[in-house]
């Protein structure tokens, strides 16, 4: 059964639509890296200072990506977007699965939610530069 867990980032753990946002998207095909850079409301962090804090997320090893506007994503029934925090970590899904038996990988699926778009992205690691 799938579990969501909210990511711990610097700053501790991010909440709200007001959260996140995205300036850059950056996928490198051949090195199979996704790179964004935005900012983060340092209000809606768990444990950070009520400016914004400029950030760059590099996914790498990247196997599935799919980036769907947040106001089109809300009214996909058979999705549950609106759990979890603005950035997760979802374990024992379906694509975790999937990409386990057709590639033989276990990679780590990540949901970030951004002002705008949310972003799932099933890769081998991340790394977060705040």
Known sequence: MPQIKA??????ALYGRDAV???????NYP???LVLKGEINGGLATEAADDFVPYELIF??????NMIELDVALHMSEREYTQGSSF???TDTPLLAAIASARGKNLKHYMLKTYDDILEIACADYKMVI
Do not use: P
């Not at 790498?60 to 990506?65: A, G, I, K, R």
């Open 21 to 27: 946002y995205l300036d850059h998207v950056h996928m």
């Open 7 to 12: 990511v711990q980032t610097s700053i501790g």
């Open 60 to 65: 790498t090893e990247v196997y599935y990506f």
């Open 88 to 90: 997760d970590e979802l």
């Open 31 to 33: 090195k199979k890296e």
